[in-house]
């Protein structure tokens, strides 16, 4: 685990309490509150789930019973119960004044602006919800989105939910190649995509990339793609496989009743990096995930009636599907989507929005606010922010500098940060200050949620002192739990309960990061301890990197690491040894670089590739990347070098 880490937070002893006012009127306004709900779970955690079940979601049917964990690790959550994770986001929101609210506020990248009321974005929902189901799309069937930042982004998402179709979102900025095998582990029936996407000043084009993807028959389970026009640039349509959203959408009933749907009903596939292999679909399921959303929201930004929350992520990512889409829309909140980023010809791009549409919640990334630390304080202090009142952060640890430029130059020294740690994994929030109760300290993500039995372990699952690293478990399902790994229960099972063994044989859930607490109970997050690395808080796999260089016929080996990057979190380096007769250029450098964005994106993409004639390997055959990482930070090779086979190629592999 990274040693820097621990120095710097070991010294990090300032305190931050809740804003008094906000307190005064948070729903948890005190350690006490936060304190008497974590007991409530604790002294019986299916009566406390219960009962925020029966209190925050609209039921059909009620469940039965609240938690079979009688085949661990395979939960049920509210068995018997049916819902709709689109009634609960909108119907429900439109007996009262809430109808006429607004609840998408839509910001494009060349300044255009759309905004949905809770009525409206209910019937544009049905709408395409009539247009699914006019396709032949009915429950179960999986639906891929492809989709640029654009309000059917979230309006199919909930037209998906709202007819039982499972949705699998796959990040805009993937490549054909990886939408492919997404389509094919699916088996989606239908993608949802658009002609292109703004993307830095520039119409970036989406579709010819499904059409990559679907060529020569590759993913035949897909019958027809649904195309938003957005950038209006030359597309080219199959026929009878190709329709405009326009032209089969806009035209249906704006009514669509809500298909009931059991608890345990598939909701969505997102597919995540692990430490081996391909990308694994991780399964969410209807009444617990929304459960689970709809809670952390209400929680960690003490939502009002007034507030205009802000997530910058993509909807691509579990974070835009909690905190753009799901866990505001059922809290009743107005949610801005924006489709730009801070560019060179507008760096104040994140300020505006926050100045135009009165922005009080905002929820950003660490590896974003470090680039906007290095453009100074000028960029963000030229805009009205006064609206702010929450910030939060997350998808990697953030350094306490970034934090207190964060809280002082952003929240004007005022809105409290809440760092929240979570995973796709885990569906919505697990550790984060509540806004209104929790002293923060720059750096730590702070407490575990009520309900929420984290803990740091050693291998057996033991509980760690004060201040020692370990493992960041948790001890006990919760509802928002991911249920399994799409069409792979044993990779489920392997990869998250079996690496901590508790001696009593009860189920640890682990996904991979290291941390400590501190004698507050303060969780740190170290980062992550298996193979996955944190690029801009995008977790990419090595494996996936190194397969798809060994793809390339020059390479004849690689291996992936990560190295400490002040601005990305993660970079990435990889050593490749090469196939006889081919030597190891500039120009070999960026046909790898380019092809390993053609396999899976341009986030993968290295940023140093080391060639050598030999990578470090034990006797055994496996390759240490504890030097190779030491390598790339450009340390000392410490340690046990003793299983090393051949010490000589230690020289050569210098970055
Ligand atoms: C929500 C999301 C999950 C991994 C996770 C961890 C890192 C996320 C963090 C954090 C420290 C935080 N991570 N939030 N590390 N502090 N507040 O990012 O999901 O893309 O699945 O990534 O991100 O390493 O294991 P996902």
Not at 456 to 478: C, F, H, M, N, T
Request: net charge negative; charged share 25%; aromatic share 8%.
């Amino acid at each position: 685990m990274p040693e820097a880490t621990i120095e710097s937070v070991l010294q990090e002893g300032r305190v931050f309490h809740p804003p008094a006012e906000l307190a005064a009127s948070a729903r948890i306004g005190s350690m006490e509150a936060y304190r008497a709900l974590a007991a409530e779970a604790e002294s019986d955690p299916e009566a406390f789930w219960g009962r925020l079940a029966r209190e925050h979601l609209h039921w059909f049917e009620p469940f039965d019973t609240v938690l079979d964990w009688s085949q661990p690790p395979f939960a049920t959550w509210f068995g018997g119960g049916r819902t709709n994770l689109s009634v609960n986001c909108l119907d429900r929101h439109l007996d009262g004044p809430r109808a006429d609210k607004t609840a998408l506020i839509w910001e494009g990248e060349p300044g255009d602006t759309r905004r949905f009321t809770y009525r409206e974005l209910h019937a544009a929902v049905c709408r395409a919800a009539n247009a699914l189901r006019a396709l032949g799309i009915g429950k179960g069937d999986l639906v891929a989105l492809y989709m640029p930042m654009v309000p059917e982004a979230a309006i199919a998402m909930l037209a998906c939910a709202r007819i039982g179709a499972p949705h699998s979102v796959v990040f805009g900025g993937f490549s054909a190649e990886a939408l492919r095998d997404r389509l094919i582990d699916g088996q989606a029936k239908l993608v949802i995509t658009a002609d292109g996407g703004f993307r830095k000043d520039k119409a970036v084009a989406l579709k010819p990339a499904v059409d990559a993807a679907l060529a020569d028959g590759a993913a035949p389970s897909v019958e027809h793609v649904l195309v938003v026009r957005r950038t209006e640039q030359d597309c080219a349509m199959a026929e009878g496989r190709d329709l405009w959203w326009h032209e089969l959408v806009d035209g249906q009933s704006a009514d669509c009743p809500a298909e009931p749907m059991e608890s345990e009903d598939r909701l969505f596939v997102l597919y995540t990096s692990g430490s081996t292999g391909k990308p694994k679909g991780v399964v969410h399921t209807t009444a617990g995930y929304n459960l689970w959303a709809h809670l952390t929201f209400q929680w960690i930004f003490d939502i009002r009636e007034d507030d205009v929350h802000w997530c910058t992520a993509d909807v691509g990512w579990i974070t835009g599907h909690s905190y753009i889409v799901y866990g505001p829309l059922s809290n009743g909140a107005t949610t801005v989507m924006y489709e730009g980023a801070p560019r060179p010809s507008k760096p104040g791009a994140f300020w505006e929005v926050i100045q135009k549409h009165r922005v009080s919640i905002f929820y950003t990334a660490p590896t974003a606010i470090r680039a906007f630390m290095k453009s100074g304080r000028e960029v963000p202090d030229q805009y009205d922010m006064g609206t702010l009142r929450i910030l939060g952060t997350v998808g990697e640890p953030i350094n306490p500098e970034a934090w207190m430029w964060y809280r002082d130059v952003i929240g004007g020294d005022r809105c409290p940060v809440v760092d929240t740690w979570w995973q796709t994994e885990t569906g919505g929030v697990m550790i984060s200050p509540l806004p209104g109760a929790t002293p923060t300290k720059p750096g730590s993500c702070t407490l575990p949620l009520p309900g929420i039995a984290a803990d740091i372990v050693d291998l057996e699952g033991r509980s760690q002192p004060a201040d020692a690293g370990g493992y960041l478990a948790v001890r006990r399902p919760w509802p928002g739990m991911m249920r399994t790994v799409h069409g792979d229960p044993e990779r489920f099972r392997k990869s998250y309960w079996e690496h901590i063994r508790p001696a009593d044989g009860s189920w640890l859930y682990f996904a991979g990061d290291g941390a400590r607490r501190d004698a507050d109970g303060y969780f740190w997050v170290m980062g992550r301890v298996d193979d996955v690395i944190n690029v801009s808080g995008h977790r990419l796999g090595t494996m996936e990197i190194e397969s798809a260089l060994v793809s390339h016929p020059a390479v004849a080996e690689a291996a992936v690491v990560g190295r400490p990057d002040e601005l990305k979190g993660e970079g990435i380096v990889a050593f490749v040894t090469l196939e006889a007769g081919r030597s190891g250029d500039d120009a070999l450098m960026a046909e790898l670089r380019g092809h390993v964005g053609q396999e899976i994106g341009p986030i993968a993409r290295p940023d140093v590739i080391r060639f050598s004639d030999a990578l470090p390997k034990t006797r055994s055959g496996k390759i240490m990347r504890r030097i190779l990482r030491a390598l790339a930070a450009g340390e000392e090779v410490s340690g046990d070098t003793s299983t090393l086979e051949d010490r000589s190629v230690l020289d050569q592999l210098r970055v």
